[in-house]
């Protein structure tokens, strides 16, 4: 499995809006549950969203519920996490990952993309 660059992240104002892509070959969207992580300086990192195999669904972490929608293009072998409404504290380094041959994200995935910067002032 490979990641190409994350891509999507920078720097905006509170309230605005970011849309962040991962782009990987060699998974399957059948078989993985495929998470969305995110890691600000000093802090633990924290699982944002979870889109399990089989069509599952997606689960949010209650810090995005309602402000974040992570979806996915089979076609393109693409995750996006559309973050609406930005708040300062959601300034991190976020990362997608999968774990495969499961329905649901752990801490510990199997592989992890390349971090991309998300930076919001107030």
């Known amino acids: 499995l490979m990641f190409s660059s994350g891509s999507g992240g920078g720097l905006v104002q509170a309230g605005g809006s970011l849309r962040l892509s991962c782009a990987a070959s060699g998974f399957s969207f059948d078989d993985d549950a495929i998470g969305w992580f995110r890691q600000a300086p000093g802090k633990e990192r924290e699982r944002v969203s979870c889109?399990?195999?089989?069509?599952?669904?997606?689960d949010y972490s209650e810090s995005v519920k309602g402000r974040f929608t992570a979806s996915s293009d089979k076609a393109k072998n693409t995750v996006y996490l559309e973050m609406n409404s930005l708040k300062p504290e959601d300034t991190a380094v976020y990362y997608c990952a999968v774990r495969q041959y499961t329905s649901t994200c752990m801490n510990e995935m199997d592989y992890w993309g390349v971090g991309t910067q998300v930076t919001v002032s107030s």
């Open positions: 889109m399990g195999n089989r069509g599952r669904g997606i």
